[in-house]
């Protein structure tokens, strides 16, 4: 069974554009999460779609948001981006009524 | 407020040591799990813990639930430098649809040939 896949791997942008990451879960699980991921503030969550909707949010601003397709593929969408946007954006799947988080590879975020 | 607090924060050993790190909390979880994130790649699950004072093996890594449910530890025997890597505890404050997982910090272990 193929993994989380997410895509782009890598992003360069520069303060106040905004970007989209992808991510593709494992075929069957419904349950998509996102993460950031700094050396400072560890993994922290962002938010978890179910069904196409958002179960769970973490404490980040309303320029992070997110949604899920009928086929459960996520994206997840920052705007006005800062330098402290900068990051490892994780995607992670799971079985529905399961917790385990099964992750992508991430996508490396720089903002110059 | 870090919820999970994982020590020591980095670890570097020679192979062959053996090593404990901890995750301790001073709130309650449903359940507890463990990752290891290797440079470049996302946490891969190595295991999950639910009952306190759970025991669970996975050959040379031993993984221990507090009685109380509030703390971890992950013992690992004879270090190999594939072991190298950030090791994550999460915890779960509830279980099924509804949950939202708390990460430690991580300790970031390397093991020397």
């Known amino acids: 069974k193929a993994g989380v896949t997410q895509t782009p791997r890598y992003l360069i942008k520069t303060r106040g554009q905004q970007v989209t990451l992808s991510c593709s879960p494992i075929?069957?699980?419904?349950?998509v999460s996102w993460y950031q991921q700094t050396p400072g503030q560890g993994l922290q969550f962002l938010f978890e779609y179910f069904s196409e909707t958002q179960r769970n949010k973490g404490n980040f601003p309303g320029r992070f948001s997110g949604r899920q397709f009928s086929n459960s593929r996520s994206e997840m969408n920052v705007s006005t981006l800062e330098l402290g946007d900068s990051a490892l954006y994780l995607c992670a799947s799971s079985l529905a009524g399961r917790n385990e988080q099964y992750f992508g590879p991430g996508t490396r975020l720089t903002v110059t | 407020t870090q919820l999970l607090e994982q020590s020591p924060q980095f670890l570097s050993i020679q192979e062959g040591e053996n090593l404990t790190v901890y995750c301790n909390s001073s709130s309650v979880f449903s359940s507890l799990q463990w990752y290891r994130q290797e440079p470049g790649e996302g946490p891969v699950l190595l295991v999950t813990?639910?009952?306190?004072?759970e025991v669970k093996k996975l050959k040379r890594l031993t993984f221990q639930f507090g009685d109380a449910r509030k703390d971890s530890s992950l013992h690992i025997t004879a270090a190999q430098p594939g072991d190298t890597g950030l090791y994550l505890c999460?915890?779960?404050?509830?279980?099924?649809?509804?949950?939202?997982?708390?990460f430690g910090k991580g300790t970031l272990l390397t093991v020397n040939p």
């Open positions: 999460a915890g779960a404050k509830s279980g099924g649809s509804n949950y939202k997982l708390t």
């Open positions: 813990v639910v009952t306190g004072g």
């Open positions: 075929s069957g699980h419904r349950s």
